[in-house]
């Protein structure tokens, strides 16, 4: 019996559920202490999540154009690479939805 082929719309959803996860997972992070897309890359690839690292830093870029990151620039020459931090601003809103993913994992009674 032939397995039918997952639909492209299947596919796609799962992708977009993905990518969602993985900027959630960057606000988490970035919220505990600063990082840099090669780090995140290094943790999801631990948890066996490959990622490329140019979709990885493109959600860096997505993240701080909407005002939840900042990043700074560090080391010399040849050495530089970029560190994010979440915004006091947007603290607040990280931890309202730290506590509703908390409520929504949470196991009914």
Do not use: W
Not at 47 to 62: K, M, N, P, T, W
Not at 82 to 96: A, E, P, S
């Amino acid at each position: 019996m032939r397995q039918k082929k997952p639909s492209m719309r299947a596919e796609d959803d799962h992708h977009q559920v993905d990518a969602s996860f993985i900027r959630l997972y960057i606000l988490f992070r970035a919220d505990v202490e600063p990082i840099s897309s090669g780090g995140i890359s290094e943790e999801l690839a631990h948890r066996e999540l490959i990622v490329r690292a140019r979709l990885i830093a493109q959600f860096f870029r997505g993240l701080q154009n909407k005002g939840l990151l900042k990043s700074v620039e560090v080391g010399r020459g040849n050495h530089r690479h970029t560190i994010y931090h979440v915004t006091r601003h947007k603290r607040l809103v990280i931890d309202q939805a730290r506590e509703k993913l908390r409520c929504l994992f949470e196991a009914p009674n």
